[in-house]
Nanobody
Framework: QVQLVESGGGLVQAGGSLRLSCAASGRTFSSYAMGWFRQAPGKEREFVAAIGWSLGSTYYKDSVKGRFTISRDNAKNTVYLQMNSLKPEDTAVYYC????????????WGQGTQVTVSS
């Protein structure tokens, strides 16, 4: 089982930047991919970005392409989400999650980190 802890959220003005971190511990060698999700008030949780743990392939929600970058540091068992050109609609609680295999679901959800973008 993988345990995940997110950090790096905060309050930023529109157009600003934040970098989120997700530190993984436990059975990290069993991870297939890591992902970032977000949930805004009154909305369902949605996919934001993902990265393959071994090959580093990346995937993004269309609305964040060109603004967000997901990366990983295998030595530190940490995944990052660099968020640039932030918009008020990016305001949400951001969560990271682990995928154990190509056909398994996401799990190991962290406690989340709040990102608030003011206009």
């Amino acid at each position: 089982q993988v345990q995940l802890v997110e950090s790096g959220g905060g309050l930023v003005q529109a157009g600003g930047s934040l970098r989120l971190s997700c530190a993984a511990s436990g059975r990290t060698f069993s991870s297939y991919a890591m992902g970032w999700f977000r949930q805004a008030p009154g909305k369902e949780r949605e996919f934001v970005a993902a990265i393959g743990w071994s090959l580093g392939s990346t995937y993004y929600k269309d609305s964040v392409k060109g603004r967000f970058t997901i990366s990983r540091d295998n030595a530190k068992n940490t995944v990052y989400l660099q968020m640039n050109s932030l918009k008020p609609e990016d305001t949400a609680v951001y969560y990271c999650a682990n995928q154990g295999g190509p056909t398994t679901g996401w799990g190991g959800w962290g406690q989340g980190t709040q990102v608030t973008v003011s206009s």
